[in-house]
């Protein structure tokens, strides 16, 4: 079946620092991978979709300069956050979308909890 | 854009009553309607999905009908178990938006024993 692996976990690092996650998709060609943030308020924000070889369109309030994002195959993502703040913690959530399914679905990995001391 | 509004939470209830989680979206297009289920620690996973309207969707006891007149997509179960105790996300998506899965703010069901 189709999974998706993230990974750290865990994060703690210090403010102003960068944290990198990745994100494997196993099982399945992940043509669109989207990236969302889910914060302690538990609200699901997209930061971007990344598909390969297309642009990553991100969402108002982000920005590749702040988040960073590497989808170099159909199997692999990645995304920094630089220069961490308070404000940046929360779950960090990759969800990748299956070739040639066009109903939207999202398989989603575990998550890179953030935590910014 | 894209909005999912679905019951506030928490909702507590007793091992073995019925659940209902209401969710209304908005959007100009056709989409299709999810319903995700989040456990504690793990991320999110797909309950059902529903592509057409007027179909309904279900997987472990929950069900849900596309209803486009209502624009409505609510979850119910007849009889919930400890173990459905989760938060619940309705969600769309919207092939003219580039498939963006648009979520509600989630619902948290406590089920007791």
């Known amino acids: 079946g189709a999974l998706v692996y993230q990974y750290p976990r865990r994060t703690i690092c210090k403010s102003g620092t960068s944290m990198r996650m990745e994100c494997q998709a196993v099982g399945f060609q992940a043509t669109s991978v989207a990236w969302y943030r889910q914060s302690p308020q538990k609200t699901f924000e997209l930061i971007a979709l990344?598909?390969?070889?297309?642009?990553?369109?991100?969402e108002q309030n982000f920005t590749q300069e702040k988040f960073p994002i590497s989808h170099p195959n159909l199997s692999f993502s990645s995304m920094t956050v630089l220069n961490a703040y308070l404000e940046d913690r929360g779950l960090y959530l990759c969800?990748?979308?299956?070739?040639?399914?066009?109903?939207?679905?999202?398989?989603f990995g575990e998550g890179s909890k953030l935590t910014v001391l | 854009g894209d909005s999912v509004t679905q019951t506030e939470g928490p909702v507590t209830l007793s091992e073995g009553t019925s659940l209902t989680v209401n969710c209304s979206y908005e959007t100009k297009q056709y989409p299709t309607l999810f319903w995700y289920v989040q456990y504690p620690g793990e991320g999110p996973q797909l309950l059902f999905k529903v592509p057409k309207a007027n179909e309904k969707g279900s997987n472990r006891g929950f069900e849900a009908t596309y209803n486009k007149e209502a624009t409505s997509f609510h979850l119910q179960k007849a009889s919930v178990q400890e173990s459905d105790s989760a938060v619940y996300y309705c969600?769309?998506?919207?092939?003219?938006?580039?498939?963006?899965?648009?979520f509600g703010i989630g619902t948290r069901v406590l089920v007791r024993p």
């Open positions: 969800g990748a979308r299956d070739w040639g399914a066009n109903t939207g679905q999202l398989y």
């Open positions: 990344s598909t390969v070889n297309s642009a990553i369109k991100y």
């Open positions: 969600a769309l998506s919207d092939l003219s938006a580039g498939n963006k899965l648009t």
